[in-house]
């Protein structure tokens, strides 16, 4: 009986197969250093001691709120961006505008700031658009920061309500 050739090692099946493992383990490597170099994480911060320390601060800007009975009510027109706010009790000020901050609970790159100017009623006006739908934490506060009022708000909502937070 004649032997047969032996086919080189390139036409074999089983080098191929076991060289794949290899191969999917370098592929897999390469995608996860792509992706951890592309999105990177929000939620870590690096100055996480002074972040810490401002807790305190923004415990007594909401005990102050709380205890000029702050608190307000918000119209959002998704299809305009027009928002606007009422705020239930006076603040003790002649406030003209107010800032609100819109932080996104996940992506930084989402977040917006934005001014609300008093109108001749007495309401706090502005306009944002292109707001995602989403979780998101709301900041009211004035210029000064004295004091805070916090949401968590889930768009498309159409209205919500700042409270003070203790």
């Known amino acids: ?3 047969q ?5 390139y036409k074999q099946f089983w080098p191929w197969f ?4 290899p191969a999917a383990a370098v592929i897999a490597g390469i995608t996860t250093v792509i992706i951890a170099t592309n999105n990177h994480d929000h939620a870590v911060v690096d100055d996480y001691y002074k972040k810490g320390l401002a807790i305190n601060r923004v415990i007594n800007q ?7 009975g702050l608190s307000g009510n918000v119209i959002y027109v998704p299809e305009t961006g027009e928002v606007s706010l009422k705020i239930d009790s ?3 000020q ?6 609100l901050s819109f932080v996104h609970t996940t992506r930084a790159d989402l977040d917006r700031h934005v001014l609300l100017h008093k109108d001749k009623q007495g ?5 944002i658009k292109d707001l995602q739908a989403g979780r998101w934490n709301l900041i009211l506060e004035p210029a000064d920061k004295q004091w805070r009022l916090d949401a968590q708000v889930t768009l498309p909502a159409t ?6 937070n203790v």
Request: proline share 10%; charged share 10%.
């Open 90 to 92: 006076d603040p003790g």
């Open 62 to 68: 909401q005990e102050l709120a709380a205890s000029l």
């Open 1 to 3: 009986m004649a032997e």
């Open 94 to 99: 002649s406030l003209q505008s107010l800032s």
């Open 159 to 164: 209205s919500w309500v700042f409270t003070p």
């Open 5 to 9: 050739p032996i086919p080189a090692w």
């Open 123 to 127: 309401l706090f006006k502005t306009n």
């Open 18 to 21: 076991l060289m794949s493992f």
